[in-house]
């Protein structure tokens, strides 16, 4: 898969293409019915398939840390369309000024002369350009007047609830990670590289594989009993703690896991991690040894869900 950062990449090689515009956060199997039908257009067209992004996305760009909490990385989501089958990937930096581009402007300037799309696929929510003026219907009117083709996606529904991010982020927060799997057609998973922390797990007796969340808001906290697969494969058990702290007074939102029975040196190796159960919310304690007293409790839970009591 070819990704291409920015419109200023742009080649005149890139020139003609069947494309769909979004987030796909999450790449769930709505977004994956939309990928095979671009595809199928694609290849009676014989244009490459083409998935056009912003990053950051444009409510992260508008809401900051009140945006929703992402599901997918950039990284992690260009990994799944790649897995997907589609063969481009523009990436557009949303900005200030492409946030003040007109919808008109983007039609013209970035569909119709850089890329060429011959046709176009959006969802039934989509809104572009300046103040979100653009929607399917100015678009159905560009197609008529620069020849190309669009359609809009009906919504999938999985047991008659539609399938987006909004909802797989409510089953996140409602803790339901079997309907989140249903959604996304996979386990959920945080993946991230294994960074040097606080060192604070290992005099507390528990030392932790520290993951730095990428994103200004984190979709699950608290403490978690999980999988982990490191990157051969090779699957673990642990208990794991998403959140900041606040015994230690952190401020930054962190993935740290304690994996059982498990002392190999992994810093810059990246894991990927699976909640399956939340045990608790992440709390301040008073002492130390409150907290120590907490993590055992913990531990020996998600072990007796392992069976490894």
């Not at 039908?37 to 290849?43: I, M, P, R, V």
């Not at 529904?157 to 927060?173: E, N, P």
């Not at 294994?194 to 906290?221: C, D, E, M, S, Y």
């Amino acid at each position: 898969m070819e990704l291409i950062r920015g419109v200023h990449n742009i080649r005149t090689r890139h020139f003609g293409c069947v494309m769909t515009i979004g987030n796909f956060d999450g790449v769930h199997k709505g977004h994956r019915a939309v990928l095979a039908g671009l595809k199928a257009d694609a290849e009676r067209l014989g244009l490459p398939s083409t998935v056009l992004l912003f990053e950051p996305q444009p409510q992260e760009f508008f809401a900051k840390s009140k945006a929703p909490a992402r599901l997918t990385p950039l990284r992690d989501k260009l990994q799944l369309l790649s897995e997907c089958g589609i063969e481009r990937v523009v990436c557009i930096n949303f900005n200030q000024r492409f946030a003040g581009m007109s919808a008109e402007s983007f039609i013209e300037q970035v569909i119709v002369t850089k890329l060429g799309v011959r046709a176009l696929t959006v969802g039934d929510d989509f809104r572009f350009g300046h103040a979100r003026r653009g929607d399917y219907a100015m678009l159905v009117d560009a197609a008529k007047k620069f020849a190309f083709s669009v359609k809009n996606t009906q919504s999938m529904k999985q047991h008659d609830c539609r399938i987006s991010s909004t909802a797989i982020r409510q089953a996140l927060a409602d803790n339901d990670f079997d309907g989140v799997q249903l959604m996304l057609g996979r386990a959920y998973m945080i993946r991230g590289k294994v960074r040097h922390g606080w060192k604070k797990g290992r005099t507390l007796g528990f030392p932790t594989a520290n993951i730095a969340l990428k994103r200004q808001v984190a979709p699950l906290l608290g403490v978690f009993s999980v999988k982990v697969y490191n990157q051969q494969g090779e699957q673990f058990f642990g208990v794991a703690n998403i959140g900041v702290k606040p015994t230690f007074k952190g401020s930054l939102t962190l993935l740290e896991v304690h994996i059982f029975d498990f002392e190999e040196s992994i810093y810059g190796e990246i894991l990927s991690v699976q909640p399956l159960t939340k045990l608790r919310d992440e709390i301040k304690f008073d002492t130390f040894s409150a907290l120590i007293t907490q993590i055992e409790k913990d531990v020996n839970v998600a072990k007796q869900s392992f069976g490894l009591n």
